[in-house]
């Protein structure tokens, strides 16, 4: 089944072809003379950098249109051109790789990106046309030569791995550079229209400001994007679509602008919902607001007498419903109509909030957790508990041994969640027997309430009266309580996300508005989700628009399932209205980490985040970095946890709510400097 941005992806790559992108890859655009750095208004030159992994400055469809457009694709690259060096035509210059164009480089540079990836002898023959390429004047003896210089360079041949190592390890971040060099404002924009213009800069060169009627849309296109008004932004696709008067309608290159255009367009859509559901929070009161956290704005970790936004449907739990039949996945997205089947998990760690931050070396492995390991993760991420048994959530996680009571350590499977089966584990951590016990559990909402959610904001719904939405990882307060007190379906003796028995928390959460999976650009949105922890209710799958559950059923009076033996472990099933538990939630890459330390001795330091719960002096220097009044809690709550998002957001055009010592680098916040 195709992921949003797989459709995006097809739509953008459909029809063109190797004839097309051999055509593009002849035409290269180096304006003369030189363009200067680019001035401020306040008169300081722009000294903005690009992100230090281009994964962070474009979106995926970007990126892989500019790998169709610039190598081809391997097939392309090993069937026809064979990794030899070709001259692809018009102005361009011997070309070896994936598009490197050894006529617009010089020698020095050349040496740089390519010696550690061919031997000294190609090195040298390759260098010695370093600088040539087929333009003006005696352009037609200098054809004759390019095409001799390609029978005679014939034997050398680039592999596709070197190849796009080079392009992914060098060129691509080279340009990205240039891009920023030229348009530091691209910072603010969306990944997919950063990689619509650095597409554009791969044959025009940044070229925003360069004189002559040749150059008139790129030169507005770098007004519109300095201004960042988004008005002027959207005539970016229309400036785009008009280049195409340069080398015809039916060109290879006029295809590529209308790719581009397409491309931005897609940004500015999934950024003007995102903007749209800000004006109508900012005007509708706080309740489901991402514009919390404001400079100025003060903590808050009290809950409030406010009715919860995310309870499942009464029918959803209803004890003599018949059971729900298991998710198939159809092939809607393909033709054009969506249904809860097409609710998927994001198959790309980068691209999820969850798991952007992670090392990903320990995925999917199996390793033994002990208790040593989970308080290595409390203290990495500096969270406030309450005492007694510690409750853990690991999302995307299994137990190949199944269920596991009152043991020394528990063996655990790193795995992804797919918003219908039970993918992950909870579990009691007692501290004073030094004691563990873990089962399968969910701790994401159900396929239904993604598509509801999606459906909702779809049709216009106001942020606050959304339904589903995914907890993000963190330490949480939860409390014995009952949910959906007083309506059909009420359970007894839960956990309430809460402070008190009756009460509901402030928390911040993910909704999926734009499509049908969680990904980094998705909003976070403060709201009083009742996100509790429950039985799933049903013989299949479970019933949750965002809470976390385990197999198991309230029915007739009792509880039943593992929901019923995990209520024991915990303690809950002996605990008062009101008692206070403290929840970590993370994910079970999270815990491989906390495991490589003990066995592997990798820096515990690499561990180190701040989230919801985390408290300490580092969430007091991070508050202060935000501009947030003080807080004497020193606690990460929903306004700090906003307050970074919006920094993101506002700096990389993403967010994922933690705070890592990479993150740190990447704000120049300098939380994590010792």
């Known amino acids: 089944m195709q992921t949003p941005s797989d459709v995006l992806s097809c739509r953008l790559l459909a029809g063109i072809t190797d004839a097309m992108v051999e055509e593009s890859a002849a035409y290269r655009e180096d304006p003369a003379p030189p363009l200067p750095p680019p001035v401020l208004e ?11 992994d281009w994964r962070d400055a474009i979106s995926n469809a970007g990126y892989t249109l500019i790998v169709r457009w610039e190598t081809g694709g391997r097939s392309y690259y090993e069937g026809v051109i064979k990794g030899r060096p070709i001259w692809p035509g018009y102005a361009s210059g011997i070309t070896i790789g994936c598009g490197f164009d050894l006529g617009y480089h010089e020698r020095g540079p050349f040496l740089e990106e390519w010696g550690g990836r061919l031997g000294a002898a190609d090195l040298e023959r390759l260098g010695g046309v370093v600088g040539f390429k087929t333009v003006a004047p005696d352009r037609a003896l200098k054809v004759g030569r390019a095409k001799e210089l390609v029978r005679r360079l014939a034997d050398i041949v680039v592999p596709w791995p070197v190849a796009i190592e080079q392009f992914e390890g060098a060129k691509l971040p080279r340009l990205l550079g240039q891009l920023y060099r030229a348009l530091p404002e691209v910072a603010a924009l969306h ?12 044959n025009r060169g940044a070229a925003f400001r360069a004189e002559g009627e040749r150059f008139a849309e790129m030169r507005a296109i ?7 008004e988004p008005r002027e932004l959207a005539r970016v696709p229309g400036l785009l679509r008009a280049m195409k008067r340069i080398w015809g309608s039916e060109s290879s290159l006029a295809r590529r602008r209308e790719d581009e255009a397409v491309l931005f367009e897609s940004g ?13 929070q900012q005007e509708g009161g706080l309740e489901g607001s991402v514009l919390e956290g ?9 809950d409030l007498p406010v009715e919860p936004s995310d309870e499942t449907d009464e029918r959803d739990e209803q004890e003599d419903q018949p059971p729900a039949p298991p998710y198939q996945p159809d092939d809607g997205l393909e033709s054009g109509s969506l249904s809860a089947a097409n609710v998927h998990w994001n198959p790309r760690d980068d691209e999820h909030p969850d798991y952007r931050h992670l090392d990903r070396t320990a995925a999917f492995s199996s390793f033994e957790l002990t208790p040593a390991d989970l308080d290595l993760l409390i203290e990495a991420n500096a969270f406030f508990t309450q005492s007694g048994r510690l409750l853990f959530a690991l999302r995307g996680a299994a137990l190949p041994g199944g269920a596991q009571v009152d043991a020394a350590s528990i063996v655990v499977t790193d795995q992804r969640p797919d918003h219908r089966n039970f993918r992950c584990v909870m579990g009691a951590y007692d501290r004073d027997r030094r004691r563990l016990s873990a089962f399968p559990a969910s701790t994401v909402p159900n396929a239904h309430y993604v598509f509801r959610c999606f459906t909702l904001a779809s049709q216009g719904t106001a942020p606050a009266n959304l339904t589903g939405n995914m907890l993000p990882t963190g330490c949480y307060t939860y409390a014995v309580g009952t949910h959906r007190a007083g309506q059909a379906g009420e359970i007894p003796t839960v956990l309430r996300l809460s402070n008190s028995a009756t009460g509901a928390s402030r928390v911040l959460v993910l909704r999926s508005i734009a499509d049908l999976q969680y990904d980094r650009f998705d909003p976070f949105l403060v709201a009083t989700p009742a996100d509790n922890i429950h ?15 385990l197999p198991g059923r309230f029915a007739g009076g009792s509880h039943s399932g593992v929901w019923r033996d995990f209520r024991a472990a915990s303690g809950l099933d002996r605990a008062h209205h009101g008692e206070l538990f403290s929840l970590m939630l993370l994910t079970g890459l999270d815990a491989a980490a906390a495991t490589r330390v003990r066995t592997a001795g990798t820096d515990p330091a690499s561990l180190r985040r701040l989230r919801h719960g985390s408290k300490g002096e580092r969430v007091a220097a991070l508050q202060a ?29 993403w967010a994922d709510g933690i705070h890592s010592p990479a993150m740190d680098g990447l704000l120049g916040l300098r939380v994590f400097t010792d």
């Open 268 to 280: 500015l859509q999934e950024r003007g919902t995102l903007e749209s559901l800000n004006r109508e």
């Open 222 to 228: 770098g007004a519109a994007v300095r201004s960042g």
């Open 535 to 549: 039985p799933g209710q049903l013989s299949e799958g479970f019933s949750s628009a965002g809470c976390l559950t």
């Open 42 to 52: 306040s008169g300081g030159l722009e000294n903005a950098q690009a992100p230090a």
């Open 191 to 202: 990944p997919h229209c950063r990689a619509a213009l650095l597409s554009l800069l791969f």
């Open 294 to 302: 404001a400079p100025g704005s003060a903590e808050q970790h009290e």
């Open 625 to 653: 970095a935000l501009g947030l009044a003080p807080d004497n809690s020193r606690l990460v709550g929903p306004i700090t946890r906003a307050a970074l998002v919006r920094r993101q957001a506002s700096v990389l055009g």
